[in-house]
């Protein structure tokens, strides 16, 4: 049986009448208490054309978002851009008790102000559902604080001060979202430490099955995916962690495997560079010399 098209929504106020909503303040920015959702058994995917970031606290209600599924039983922030697939599913005879919030956000309202191209640099947007941001009481309390000031604003007689009080507190909202996602990378050591021993064991298979002449450098990408995380999350989680990003990682593997056959190999440089998956050895010595401050010959030499 052919899995069901996603439905696109291309409008805020679409969203609004399709979960049985009243009409939006604002055609561009909404904020919308989940208890005021109607939810339905067996929901199609869906499509959005503009941003949402959700505070959500959930019994019975699972978020699907591409292929993986998170269930949501205490406060988590997730964040979700334009065109991205995700639906969301309700066990049968589930007794729904959610609460939080979703603010709605369409690109148009960001028109000509800070957040039109900065809202982009927020690499959260780009997270699975099983990266999302689990919050504290107090992390909890200081966001429905911000999303207060939206609504609040919202409610208020437009003027030519709205919109600019309401990018602020948006500036705000994502400045804290950095800061908690930055704690969880340090708080949530187990979680977080085991990718770090999982990346290491695979990067040394990988290298140790000579898959370097056959596949050459593995990709972040190829990484994220085989530890099952997204490619930005897996970043931000190492940045934070070891300083380095992912391609870093890989890099210092690299010379490592490049040091070990120097040091315990008769292997010429243009040998070792082609076994390294460089087309080139010029390339690899210009690689090596920039890691090391040393040329692969002057690195062996210190062993002789």
Same mark, same amino acid.
């Given at each position: 049986?052919?899995? @069901?098209?996603?439905?696109?929504?291309?409008?805020?106020?679409?969203?609004?009448?399709?979960?049985?909503?009243?009409?939006?303040?604002?055609?561009?920015? *909404?904020?919308?208490?989940?208890?005021?959702?109607?939810?339905?058994?067996?929901?199609?995917? #869906?499509?959005?054309?503009? &941003?949402?970031? *959700?505070?959500?606290?959930?019994?019975?209600?699972?978020?699907?978002?591409?292929?993986?599924?998170?269930?949501?039983?205490?406060?988590?922030?997730?964040?979700?851009?334009?065109?991205?697939?995700?639906?969301?599913?309700?066990?049968?005879?589930?007794?729904?008790?959610?609460?939080? #919030?979703?603010?709605?956000?369409?690109?148009?309202?960001? #028109?000509?102000?800070?957040?039109?191209?900065?809202?982009?640099?927020?690499?959260?947007?780009?997270?699975?559902?099983?990266?999302?941001?689990?919050?504290?009481?107090? /992390?909890?309390?200081?966001?429905?604080?911000?999303? /207060?000031?939206?609504?609040?604003?919202?409610?208020?007689?437009?003027?030519?001060?709205?919109? /600019?009080?309401?990018?602020?507190?948006?500036?705000?909202?994502?400045?804290?979202? /950095?800061?908690?996602?930055?704690?969880?990378?340090?708080?949530?050591?187990?979680?977080?430490?085991?990718?770090?021993?999982?990346?290491?064991?695979?990067?040394?298979? &990988?290298?140790?099955?000579? @898959?370097?002449?056959?596949?050459?450098?593995?990709?972040?990408?190829?990484?994220?995916?085989?530890?099952?995380?997204?490619?930005?999350?897996?970043?931000?989680?190492?940045?934070?962690?070891?300083?380095?990003?992912? @391609?870093?990682?890989?890099?210092?593997?690299?010379?490592?495997?490049?040091?070990?056959?120097?040091?315990?190999?008769?292997?010429?440089?243009?040998?070792?560079?082609?076994?390294?998956?460089?087309?080139?050895?010029?390339?690899?010595?210009?690689?090596?010399?920039?890691?090391?401050?040393? *040329?692969?010959?002057?690195?062996?030499?210190?062993?002789?």
């Amino acid at each position: 049986m052919a899995s @069901q098209q996603p439905y696109r929504i291309k409008t805020i106020t679409e969203f609004h009448r399709i979960r049985g909503l009243a009409a939006p303040l604002h055609p561009l920015i *909404s904020v919308i208490n989940y208890t005021d959702i109607k939810h339905a058994n067996n929901m199609p995917s #869906w499509i959005l054309d503009f &941003y949402s970031i *959700s505070m959500k606290r959930n019994a019975g209600t699972k978020l699907r978002y591409g292929q993986q599924q998170y269930d949501f039983d205490e406060g988590i922030l997730f964040f979700i851009a334009p065109k991205q697939v995700f639906s969301v599913e309700v066990a049968a005879n589930a007794a729904v008790n959610h609460s939080g #919030w979703i603010l709605l956000i369409h690109p148009d309202f960001l #028109w000509n102000t800070t957040l039109a191209k900065a809202i982009k640099k927020h690499e959260y947007f780009d997270y699975s559902v099983h990266e999302a941001l689990f919050l504290s009481q107090k /992390e909890e309390t200081v966001l429905n604080g911000i999303i /207060e000031n939206i609504r609040q604003e919202q409610n208020a007689n437009i003027d030519k001060f709205s919109q /600019e009080i309401i990018i602020a507190q948006l500036e705000l909202l994502f400045v804290y979202a /950095e800061r908690f996602y930055q704690r969880q990378f340090i708080t949530r050591k187990i979680a977080n430490h085991g990718i770090l021993d999982r990346l290491e064991d695979l990067l040394t298979k &990988y290298f140790n099955d000579e @898959q370097l002449l056959s596949k050459g450098l593995p990709t972040v990408q190829y990484i994220a995916d085989a530890l099952n995380v997204s490619p930005n999350y897996l970043s931000g989680l190492l940045k934070t962690l070891t300083g380095q990003s992912t @391609q870093q990682h890989i890099h210092d593997k690299l010379i490592e495997k490049a040091k070990e056959k120097l040091s315990t190999t008769t292997l010429s440089v243009s040998e070792i560079a082609y076994e390294l998956g460089f087309e080139h050895p010029q390339s690899f010595s210009k690689f090596f010399k920039t890691k090391t401050n040393f *040329s692969p010959l002057e690195f062996r030499q210190s062993f002789n």
